[in-house]
């Protein structure tokens, strides 16, 4: 099956944080505006089976929004552990949690630089090949 790739889970996020924040700076209160973004956004990306159809979506806003706030993380990521049942790969979300509790909010916080920008597309690289390889036997 056709599926859209995790930068539109991204792209759906990040539309979300100009919402909220928009929201957040005309009327300085809660409104109903981003929660109704985030529900038919949701619904969206499970429709269009996006990559983590709508659970990457969901947990990019989560940790946006509880990101100093960490005793909430606890009902997150027991959300987390039992969608993993349903869903094998939701369960690696979880190792990205110690990551999130790191980041301090500045400019390379991990003290890694440049590294993840070569890691990614060299991993893919090397998936690729490793694919080829498999599939010439």
Same mark, same amino acid.
């Given at each position: 099956?056709?599926t859209?790739n995790?930068?539109?889970?991204y792209i759906?996020?990040?539309?979300?944080?100009l919402i909220?924040?928009w929201?957040?700076?005309?009327?300085?209160?809660?409104?109903?505006?981003?929660?109704?973004y985030?529900?038919l956004?949701?619904?969206? &990306?499970?429709i269009?089976? %996006? #990559?983590?159809l709508?659970? !990457?979506f969901?947990f990019?806003? @989560?940790a946006?929004?509880m990101?100093?706030?960490?005793?909430?993380w606890?009902p997150?990521?027991?959300?987390?552990?039992f969608v993993?049942?349903?869903?094998?790969?939701?369960f690696?979300?979880?190792l990205?949690i110690?990551?999130?509790? &790191?980041?301090n909010q500045? %400019? #390379?916080?991990l003290?890694? !630089?440049?590294?993840?920008?070569? @890691?990614?597309?060299l991993?893919?690289?090397l998936?690729?090949?490793?694919?080829?390889?498999?599939n010439l036997w």
């Open positions: 099956t056709l859209l995790v930068v539109w889970t759906a996020a990040a539309c979300f944080v909220y924040k929201a957040k700076q005309k009327w300085n209160v809660r409104c109903i505006i981003p929660p109704a985030c529900v956004m949701s619904i969206v &990306l499970l269009i089976n %996006a #990559d983590y709508c659970f !990457g969901l990019i806003i @989560f946006y929004l990101h100093n706030h960490w005793i909430k606890i997150m990521c027991l959300c987390l552990l993993s049942f349903f869903y094998d790969y939701q690696w979300g979880l990205t110690p990551l999130l509790w &790191l980041y500045k %400019a #390379d916080a003290k890694i !630089g440049r590294i993840l920008y070569y @890691f990614y597309p991993h893919l690289l998936i690729g090949v490793i694919q080829y390889v498999v």
